[in-house]
């Protein structure tokens, strides 16, 4: 091909998003990025951006259709917030009961936890239920009920992901990026970052001056 056509052709394989799937894992760049082989490059992912897109659909899509499985705690939790979190908390708990958290109020600032989203249990749920709240008022979402459901449920999906820095098996990786072609291609992370991007085999070759 031309330079030209080659660089068009490049440009375009590198906008057009893998069959996630089908990619070769090489390994990991600093146990935060996911290096992959495909036909016609080299794709990398950001392990935190994609599991958490992958997390934010998955729950958007069982919370529109009933509350999220909850397990009960072996002992009802005490929390204690702001006043302006608490006033704010007043009017989003049925929200969180969407959510799996089965929170009441007990007196001006204090709120009870009896159960947690069954989902949640491999981290700290409490924490996680404390750091939804912060965020949420923090963000001025409310009381618009859609808005605020969004905000949480990115704040949850956040807080489940893989982080940046943590080892993953190839299993793991691979497993991911099976669970990467069920969602849109082009979305980004609930925050708006990009999980995917390609190293196109042309740019590569056109850098060491092999074309």
């Not at 052709?9 to 089908?22: K, N, S, V």
């Not at 669970?179 to 980004?188: G, I, K, R, S």
């Amino acid at each position: 091909l031309p330079n030209r056509e080659a660089a068009s052709e490049a440009r375009e394989q590198r906008d057009t998003p893998p069959l996630f799937g089908r990619l070769t894992v090489i390994g990991q760049l600093h146990h935060t990025y996911i290096l992959c082989e495909s036909e016609d490059g080299l794709i990398l992912i950001d392990q935190h951006a994609a599991h958490e897109r992958c997390l934010f659909d998955k729950l958007r899509a069982e919370v529109a259709s009933s509350p999220l499985p909850s397990q009960q705690l072996l002992a009802p939790a005490t929390l204690e917030f702001s006043g302006e979190e608490s006033g704010w908390l007043q009017g989003a708990v049925e929200l969180f009961a969407k959510l799996g958290f089965a929170v009441t109020p007990f007196g001006s600032n204090t709120f009870i936890v009896r159960s947690v989203p069954a989902v949640a249990m491999r981290a700290d749920p409490l924490e996680m239920f404390k750091d939804m709240v912060a965020e949420a008022y923090e963000s001025g979402a409310g009381p618009d009920p859609d808005r605020l459901l969004e905000r949480a449920l990115q704040s949850m999906a956040c807080k489940l992901a893989v982080k940046a820095g943590q080892k993953l098996t190839v299993a793991e990786m691979t497993s991911l990026l099976s669970q990467l072609d069920e969602v849109d291609y082009y979305a980004t992370c609930p925050h708006g970052r990009p999980f995917w991007w390609k190293l196109t085999t042309y740019e590569i070759g056109r850098f060491f001056g092999r074309l």
